[in-house]
């Protein structure tokens, strides 16, 4: 691989640039090296419960550059998709079912509605799932409404070190149960890569993912043609290597030798 093959350079935020709260060493460096190289860097994570502004802090707080616009989470993806939607339908009837915390920062959404949406947002809910509450959503889509995910992933990984429940697994009992696909905006899903390409203006398949997780990194890479690279940081030494990088490098640092910047 040479920087030559790829119009942009996605790079996937936790175990990729900072692990267990911590920066990961070389990564700003590379990043940096990088750009210096003229490669455009783009910044693509699922987080949602966190305000992409907060994001951007805590990555300047790791000493890491983000230019404005560059980082990208499912909340630009569904607001572009909402504006399209609001376009077309200015009176868009859309139901967001999500915990307060994230509903509060998200000013782009407009008021819920609570009778017959067009559209049902899913995203982090945590606390507000119950029977009663799942099986108004089931109501809500076999009444017609489009389904629209923040993120397809079942689980996350919490402070104690263990998977739980996330948006995902909740999205797919939806799914199983009315029989509609959602449309979920974060990664492996297309949605975001595609906004990543287009406003760097360059073609979807030459994005360079790299990440820690082939569940996710790979797949989104995958998902639009794009080829990807491994770290081996945080997840990325355990991690079944499902679908399977173009390269696996030990980390972020090593990046810029392998594509013989350095
Ligand atoms: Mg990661």
């Given at each position: 691989m040479k920087p030559g093959d790829f119009g942009c350079v996605v790079l996937d935020l936790d175990g990729t640039l900072y692990h267990a709260g911590k920066p990961l060493p070389g990564a700003a460096e590379a990043v940096a090296r990088l750009r210096a190289a003229g490669l455009p860097v783009r910044f693509l994570t699922n987080t949602f419960s966190t305000p992409p502004e907060a994001v951007e802090a805590r990555l300047r707080g790791f000493g890491l550059e983000v230019r404005s616009g560059e980082l990208f989470t499912p909340h630009r993806a569904i607001a572009a998709h909402l504006g399209e939607r609001l376009a077309a339908k200015p009176a868009l009837r859309v139901h967001a079912f999500l915990n307060d915390a994230t509903r509060a920062f998200m000013d782009y959404l407009p008021a819920t509605v609570e009778e017959a949406p067009d559209l049902l947002l899913v995203g982090d809910a945590d606390e507000r799932w119950s029977y009663g509450a799942l099986d108004r959503l089931l109501g809500f889509l076999l009444g017609g409404?489009?389904?629209?995910?923040?993120?397809?992933?079942?689980?996350?990984?919490?402070?104690?070190?263990?998977?739980?429940?996330?948006?995902?697994?909740?999205?797919?009992?939806?799914?199983?149960?009315?029989?509609?696909?959602?449309?979920?905006?974060?990664?492996?899903?297309?949605?975001?890569?595609?906004?990543?390409?287009?406003?760097?203006?360059?073609?979807?398949?030459?994005?360079?993912?790299?990440?820690?997780?082939?569940?996710?990194?790979?797949?989104?890479?995958?998902?639009?043609?794009?080829?990807?690279?491994?770290?081996?940081?945080?997840?990325?030494?355990?991690?079944p290597r499902i679908p399977p990088p173009d390269a696996v490098i030990p980390s972020l640092a090593a990046l810029p030798a392998f594509l013989g910047l350095a």
């Open positions: 409404a489009e389904f629209v995910a923040s993120s397809p992933a079942t689980t996350f990984v919490g402070r104690d070190g263990r998977p739980h429940l996330d948006t995902g697994a909740l999205v797919a009992l939806l799914e199983a149960a009315s029989g509609k696909r959602a449309r979920a905006m974060g990664k492996p899903s297309p949605e975001l890569s595609r906004l990543v390409a287009r406003g760097a203006g360059v073609p979807e398949e030459s994005l360079l993912f790299v990440g820690d997780d082939p569940a996710v990194d790979m797949a989104a890479a995958r998902a639009v043609g794009a080829r990807s690279i491994l770290v081996e940081t945080g997840k990325g030494a355990a991690a």
